[in-house]
């Protein structure tokens, strides 16, 4: 998506590997001129950064990683996850949307998704909250691991559109080059763009 944008706007890309935590302050301190790593745009952020629309293929929903031998593959709604030891990733909506749970035990969040995947397959945690289709990616390599879905209104309320190009509140004219790069890019090549990227996940 970055070399898509990068073609549109005649830019050279150039990647810039940090902590998600510190995106965007990266960002709005000049580090980086866009924050392309499927970032959700939700209203806290929009209060720091500016977004672009989505580039994302679907529209994003969560639901629970789990085992199956550890008493929750079955569940059908946030209920079910009462008492159970749930974990998100530090500083994004898989963790904050725990709380959605009713006596959940909320586990201190890891830095990253595989931290996260090794805690499951430990049996520290009970569940895992990620995105549908971070969780299908990850089946074939974990096939002890199931994906709980919700029916909606079972659910978390996410609270934001999808995966969206994060830039600096100032640069407005830079977030419209961006929505028209956007634009171009069709259903298509998105959803291509989509399985090569889960096809290469970490294992």
């Known amino acids: 998506m970055a070399k898509l944008i990068g073609e549109y706007l005649d830019a050279d890309i150039v990647i810039v590997k ?25 209203e806290e952020r929009k209060q720091s950064i500016a977004f672009s629309d989505s580039y ?3 529209k994003t929903e969560y ?19 009462a008492g159970a030891s749930v974990l998100g990733q530090k500083g994004t909506r898989y963790d904050e ?9 909320h586990l201190p969040p890891v830095d990253t998704v595989a931290n996260m995947l090794s805690r499951l397959e430990a049996g520290t945690a009970d569940a895992l909250v990620v995105d549908t289709e971070t969780g299908e990616a990850y089946l074939d390599a974990y096939p002890d691991f199931t994906i709980v879905y919700f029916e909606e209104g079972q659910g978390f309320n996410i609270g934001f559109t ?24 069709d259903h298509d090549t998105r959803d291509q763009l989509s399985e090569t990227a889960k096809a290469n996940m970490p294992q």
């Open 63 to 81: 639901c629970m990683l789990v085992t199956e031998e550890g008493g929750y593959a079955d569940a059908t709604s946030l209920a079910d996850f």
């Open 56 to 58: 994302s293929v679907q």
């Open 162 to 185: 999808g995966a969206c190009v994060g830039m600096r509140l100032e640069d407005t004219e830079l977030v419209e080059q961006v929505n028209a790069a956007l634009a171009t890019i």
């Open 18 to 42: 940090l902590a998600w935590e510190g995106l965007i302050e990266a960002l709005n301190q000049g580090q980086i001129d866009m924050i392309i790593a499927g970032m959700a745009d939700t």
């Open 97 to 105: 949307v725990i709380d959605q749970i009713e006596s959940v035990d």
